[in-house]
């Protein structure tokens, strides 16, 4: 499972269509995918807007390059929408390779032509799954109770 993760590719792979007015990415994406977007606005803007916690980005620092990350989300969903900006903004303050997160666009159905999901047993998105050591530490699915920073915190604390 996590093996696929390690033989993740730099460049993205995803393809996008429009059902029912919904952009919809499959595949997978790389934060510059949404950055500047138009049909991903909501992107640019929440990023923008979020401020993240300070001392948590700084206790994390130190345990930057240990963080492997899969990320299974939705273009079209209103947590990807709301999460997604702030997971990145997260990670990128934290130091965070782009090469250490493994970004998974799903359709409606939670599927996508890149990658099997299903392998995750992810039901719900967006699901940030938090890795060490080749170990899965920790995940959060859709609305993170208190926020993503404050679920990231729980999830490392156990680290």
Known sequence: MLGLFYQCKTAST???YIVNGEYIMDGRAKQKDFVGNPKCKWFDSSYAA???NQSFV???KPMSTEIKVVVVAGSWCEDTQRELPHF???MNEVGVSENQIELIMVDRKK???AFNASALDVKNIPAIIFYK???EQG???EAAIGGTEEAMMNIFKMM
Do not use: A, M
Request: charge should be positive.
């Open 14 to 16: 995803f393809h996008s």
């Open 50 to 52: 979020y401020k993240t």
């Open 58 to 60: 700084n206790s994390l």
């Open 88 to 90: 990145y903004k997260v």
């Open 111 to 113: 599927q996508s032509s």
């Open 133 to 135: 050591d080749g170990k």
């Open 139 to 141: 995940r959060i699915v």
